[in-house]
Every structure is written in C-alpha cells, then in structure tokens.
Nanobody, 124 residues
Framework: QVRLVESGGGLVQAGGSLRLSCAASGRTFSSIGLGWFRQAPGTERELVAAMRWNSGSTFYTDSVKGRFTISRDNAKNTAYLQMNSLKPEDTAVYYC?????????????????WGQGTQVTVSS
C-alpha cells in the first residue's frame, strides 16, 4: 500500500510558478512509477506528466512541454511537479498517482494509488 499526500497548490498569476510536492509512504518508493494528473471542472482527468521509477524516462502532455518538470527524490520519498509560465488554462485540481509497475503509464487504470488532490488556480 502507498499513501500519497500532495501539497503546494494555490493561487498564482499568469506567468508565475508553483512547485507541487507529493509525499509518499508505504511501499518502497524508489520502485514505483509516478504520474501527475489534473482535472478541471467539467472535464476528464488527464495525464500531465509521468516518470519511470529510476527517472530514466519521462512523459509530458503537449500543452505543458517546456513549462512543467516532473522529478523525484527517492531518498525523501517525494515527487515534484515544477510548473513555470503558468496559464489560466492550467487551472485544475492536480493529483499525484503511483503505480506498482515501475515504467511510464498513460491511463488512469494503470495507476494503483492516488493522492487527494491539490487545487491550482491561475488568474489572468
């Protein structure tokens, strides 16, 4: 079992930055694959970024490439999503997710554990 707790969301002006954190407890953190999803009101939850267990492979959805960076610190059992040049369309609840399989995965059912979500609001 893995418990995930996100933090770092908030209100920021367009062009600003936020860093989301995802603290994990339970199963060996270093062996699990990670993902960050987001869900805006009235929309489906979408994958924003994902990372292989050893940080050797990453994925970003097109709309955040060059602006967002996923990373992990296995010594601290923590994952991060650095978000720069934020836009109003980035406004959503952001969720950290983990999967027992260590590779990158793209679909919601591929992930076994979920955090409670953290709100990110970008004002124009």
């Amino acid at each position: 079992q893995v418990r995930l707790v996100e933090s770092g969301g908030g209100l920021v002006q367009a062009g600003g930055s936020l860093r989301l954190s995802c603290a994990a407890s339970g199963r060996t953190f270093s062996s699990i694959g990670l993902g960050w999803f987001r869900q805006a009101p009235g929309t489906e939850r979408e994958l924003v970024a994902a990372m292989r267990w050893n940080s050797g492979s990453t994925f970003y959805t097109d709309s955040v490439k060059g602006r967002f960076t996923i990373s992990r610190d296995n010594a601290k059992n923590t994952a991060y999503l650095q978000m720069n040049s934020l836009k109003p369309e980035d406004t959503a609840v952001y969720y950290c997710a983990a999967r027992r399989g260590g590779g990158v995965a793209y679909t919601i059912p591929s992930y076994d554990y979920w955090g409670q979500g953290t709100q990110v609001t970008v004002s124009s």
